[in-house]
């Protein structure tokens, strides 16, 4: 073979490997910003309640002057109410207000007897309740509540079961839960 001829395929398979080694061959491209926008989030939160609260014997519709003093007996209703405030914004938003007693301290069989529900008004007018809790819907501003947790003594409790105990209500915590969206 000539020294021309071996000269030109070493130069092109030089060449193929060079292109090889580099990637691919670029080509004409080009990128604009999109319309938009700058967008904001929404906030869910709950002050804490306000004022200290009062406790109410439900079943005789008197106020309990002090919850420690009360000796709660099965069938027994006692609700809790205090004011504190939702702010919830955002498009999309619901959420649940619940009470939850989990953390309550004290006498076990006691503590498992007590059934803890809430309910909420606001400017006077309930705010839809279910088995789960209080529905919130979006405002524009903080939106003051009032809302009354509700503990029960379980009615089919018997035989000496939770007598003489005791439990610390004041771990009870309110808990605003955002709902799954649609």
């Known amino acids: 073979m000539k020294k021309q001829t071996k000269a030109a395929v070493a130069a092109g398979a030089g060449a193929v490997l060079l292109l090889g080694g580099l990637g691919s ?4 491209n080009d990128s604009a910003t999109s319309p938009g926008g700058s967008i904001s989030s929404g ?23 002090s919850i420690a003093a009360f000796r709660i007996v099965p069938g027994d209703v006692v609700s809790y109410r205090c004011l504190t405030a939702v702010n919830a914004t955002g498009d999309n938003l619901t959420a649940t207000l619940s009470a939850n007693i989990g953390a ?4 076990e069989d006691l503590r ?3 059934d803890a529900s809430v309910t909420a008004t606001a400017n006077g007018v309930d705010l839809p309740s279910g088995p789960t809790g209080v529905q919130i819907a979006p405002t524009e501003a903080s939106q003051p509540i009032t809302v009354n947790v509700t503990m029960t003594f379980d009615p089919a ?25 649609p």
Request: glycine content about 8%; overall charge negative.
């Open 25 to 28: 061959l670029a080509f004409w």
């Open 43 to 65: 906030e869910l939160s709950l002050d804490d309640c306000t004022g200290g609260g009062t406790w109410t014997d439900v079943n005789n519709d008197t106020t309990i002057a």
């Open 104 to 107: 309550v301290t004290g006498d």
């Open 157 to 181: 409790t018997e035989g000496l079961t939770a007598q003489n105990q005791t439990v610390n209500l004041s771990a009870t915590t309110l808990t605003l839960q955002q709902n799954d969206n």
């Open 112 to 114: 498992l007897a007590l």
